[in-house]
Structure formats: C-alpha cells, structure tokens
C-alpha cells in the first residue's frame, strides 16, 4: 500500500506494487504510473508517504516511512517497465497517449525511506494460533514475532557504504 496525505491532512491509500526488484543492498522503491491522479497532487502537496507490505502467510510486514520523488526520467521509466503498467495507464488512441513507456502520462514514483520497520514472524502458523489462543486464555500478551527498525542514520551509514564500494 502505498499511503499520501492531501492538502486537507486526510490520509490515502492504494494498493501498489513497486517496479524494481529489492536486493539485499536496494532500499529505494520504484512505482510507475499515471501521473494524472490525485497521488501525484498529493505528493506535490507533501511529499511524506508510506508503504507496506503484508504477508498474510506468516504475518510478516514490512513500512517504509520516507519522501517520494516524482521523476519523468525516460531512462529510469525504460529501465523499470513493464507491459502489464500499460493496463494502468490506458490507450487513449490518440497517437500520443499511448499507455506505453513513451506515454507523457508516465512518471516514476521513488520511495526514498527515512526509517524502514519490519515485523519478522518467527513461528508458524499452528504455533503462532496455540500461542495467540493461550493469551487470550490467561490475559497475557504474546507476541509470536520481532519488530525491527531500521533507523535514518542506519539507511544513511548503509547508502555511505554503497557509494564507497561502487
């Protein structure tokens, strides 16, 4: 999901998938879309999104908090394209909105994270359902998992050793 805020404070959300593929060392996340939508004014508007992830399997998840970049980099658009975006775009059929990768109404969402928090579930499902109903029983918490953060001064040593090593 990725979350923005219009000029009235009111919170969206929209279900999105990122472009690029995440590696171990890639923290930014790429979406492409039409930029003739209201994400894009509220982006323009304040710049501070969330995204998440849910694994409804484990009940892992994972937020990123950070700013979007709106870009209409053809070279970044190109590298992260895919025909299925063409179906989120549309053919307009005027020669020029095409809904393809040259389409004008194609932008580049980045998702630069200033802190990433990330729910690791460490049980399956039969234990974690044993230990949730055993709480419920006897009134204590449980938590079948570990919350991680990964802090801005974390992200900014981790993107330092990027560049040293590229």
Do not use: C
């Not at 020029?96 to 194609?106: A, L, M, Q, Y």
């Not at 990330?118 to 449980?142: L, N």
């Amino acid at each position: 999901m990725l979350v923005t805020r219009n000029a009235e404070g009111n919170l969206h959300s929209r279900a999105m998938n990122p472009v690029n593929t995440l590696g171990e060392e890639q923290l930014n996340l790429v979406f492409l879309a039409n930029n003739v939508t209201a994400k894009f004014e509220e982006i323009e508007n304040d710049s501070h999104v969330n995204v998440s992830f849910f694994d409804s399997s484990t009940t892992s998840w994972v937020s990123y908090a950070g700013r979007a970049r709106v870009s209409q980099d053809r070279d970044l658009i190109h590298k992260n394209w895919s025909k299925s975006v063409t179906g989120y775009i549309g053919n307009l059929r005027d020669g020029v909105h095409t809904g393809d990768e040259h389409d004008p109404r194609v932008s580049a969402i980045e998702v630069v994270p200033d802190e990433i928090r990330y729910w690791f579930t460490e049980k399956g499902a039969v234990p974690r359902t044993v230990q949730v109903a055993a709480g419920a029983v006897t009134g204590k918490a449980t938590s079948p998992g570990k919350l991680h953060t990964i802090t801005k001064e974390e992200i900014q040593l981790l993107r330092g050793l990027q560049t040293t090593t590229a």
